[in-house]
């Protein structure tokens, strides 16, 4: 049997590989692939991020092509790219805030205009 998904579950779970992790051979296999892992529960969630972070769960197949991205050196290409996937999350980000902030302006001077209305009424 897996000795990551003891369960048989077709999941194997962050508790499954750290367990898996402190008795030795999973980490002499991974890092066979050239995959050293001082923290295991940041490598985990590298490997489930955004699918399924929030259970804290892979799957299988999904934890195998995951190892097998991150074997290896990162390449400047590799870099790079996250940079600019970095770079242009930052942009969409920037420019909601501002959305926002123009959003939230004009909603205040909306109430701003309907205190005032109330108090004249008065």
Known sequence: ?????????GFISVDDFERELRKGRLGARLSVLGLNIPDAEYFFDLLVFPTSAESKRISIDDFVEGCMRMR???????VHSVDKQARLILKSVRQSQKDTATRLAALTEAVKGLVCNRYEAL
Do not use: P, R, V, W
């Open 1 to 9: 049997g897996n000795e990551l998904d003891g369960e048989q579950t």
């Open 72 to 78: 290896g050196a990162a390449s400047g290409i590799d």
